[in-house]
């Protein structure tokens, strides 16, 4: 067949060769009856092409039916790398294709729902539009996921999932270097785990069932199989009924659990390298896709430790006392109290990432390890970027005995959870491990505002469309 370039490796040493490109019409501008240029675009990369009627090949027809294309049509391209005398603005790539041939693969309508040069503006190109009398489309949040599949177009798009699949990759990578072996666990399951009753009910061939909260007691099962150290890649459904910036009603969990020999913090210092691990090397191999994002939805980069920062619980109440902040020392801390600790934090301790540990039992779910010093606190973590939470993890309780007591005293029907608590009963270790939001970490190394962005077509409590 014939030779392909990608638009993305169109540089300066190809000058003066024919290539052959294929990508979307981006922009379409006339300049005259025989001159138009195309910007094409493929994935993150854009290339100018120039039409210009000249004897060989290219009729005053071919700039016509150019000029004619609607936007966002699938083009092909040949024609000859040549470098322009002034640097372009607006394309990734610095050289221009002299167009030889054009041929359109596939139409598109003619007035898309979505312009994607709307959708890529910065806040600050309408605050100075504002300024100039320039009239600018926003492109809102409902429209944008109305026609995802235009939206996702965006360079800053197109880098947060980028960004995403290396979140997940490094998760896996660092994992399986420290010996876990990822699992898969049903996601067809017989009833809650985190408790309360967001689930998402179906009929299971006439039993009842739903959907899985979270891989929680099969990671735990793994576990009492023998497996040492485990972790696992899959879909959590929430059926969550608020609708906020950072609760979806399917995400994508990343999930660990893991045999303790002395201490829970043997889970903790695996976040912590873990994360300091995946945020240098976000920093390090992505610093394209960082910038496209950057160029929308400016953000400062994540500050963080060598070695992330670890407050208890009560530390964290007293700084927000000391700020004048009251909150229940045996309560959970609410949204806007975890973003003033963050903010403390940050002031106090020069990071944004840390570990808040030892929270009250009452605020945990039934499978927490109590304090061995003390009954009204647990063995348990939360962590959180910028003052929101990413993560939240424990020691679990492996004896059978207190693992039923503990169920009841959740107001847990013991008998549907008795093949769970039967596996402690055969030989169980000692064991702790950690859920992460997948799409919070993006959302939140990244410091956009809504969890929709980091989330290819988002499930929330009003959309389960497209
Ligand atoms: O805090 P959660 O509910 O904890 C668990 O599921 C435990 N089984 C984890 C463990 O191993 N102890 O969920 C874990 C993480 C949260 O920290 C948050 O990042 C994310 O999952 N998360 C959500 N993300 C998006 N939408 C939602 N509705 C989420 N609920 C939790």
Known sequence: ??????????????????????????????????????????????????????????????????????????????????????????????????????????????????????????????????????????????????????????PANQATFRIQCHVEDMFRRFLLSEGFVGIHTPKLVPGSSEGGAAVFKLDYKGQPACLAQSPQLYKQMAICGGFGRVFEVGSVFRAEDSFTHRHLCEFVGLDVEMEIKEHYFEVCDIVDRLFVAMFDYLNENCKKELDAINKQYPFEPLKYLRKTLRLTFLEGVQMLKEAGIEVDPFGDLNTEAEKKLGQLVREKYDTEFYILYRYPLAVRPFYTMPCYDDLAYSNSFDVFIRGEEIISGAQRIHLPELLTKRAEACGIDVKTISTYIDSFRYGAPPHGGFGVGLERVVMLFCALNNIRKTSLFPRDPQRLVP
């Not at 936007?71 to 050289?95: A, H, L, M, N």
Request: charged fraction near 25%; aromatic fraction near 4%.
């Open 1 to 154: 067949g014939r030779r392909w370039t990608e638009i993305g490796s169109l540089d300066a040493e190809l000058a003066d060769r024919t290539v052959l490109i294929r990508g979307a019409a981006q922009a379409i501008r006339p300049v005259s009856k025989k001159m138009v240029f195309l910007v094409v675009r493929h994935s993150v990369s854009t290339v100018q092409c120039v039409l210009v009627v000249n004897k060989e090949c290219v009729s005053p027809q071919m700039v016509k039916f150019a000029t004619g294309l609607s936007k966002e049509s699938i083009v092909d391209v040949e024609g000859v790398v040549s470098i322009p005398k002034e640097p372009i603005k607006g394309t990734t790539q610095q050289v221009e294709v002299q167009v030889r041939k054009l041929f359109c693969v596939n139409r598109a309508v003619q007035n898309l729902p979505i312009n994607i040069e709307d959708a890529a503006r910065s806040e600050m190109e309408f605050e100075k539009a504002e300024q100039t009398g320039e009239q600018l489309v926003r492109v809102g949040q409902d429209t944008r996921l109305n026609y995802r599949v235009l939206d996702v177009r965006t």
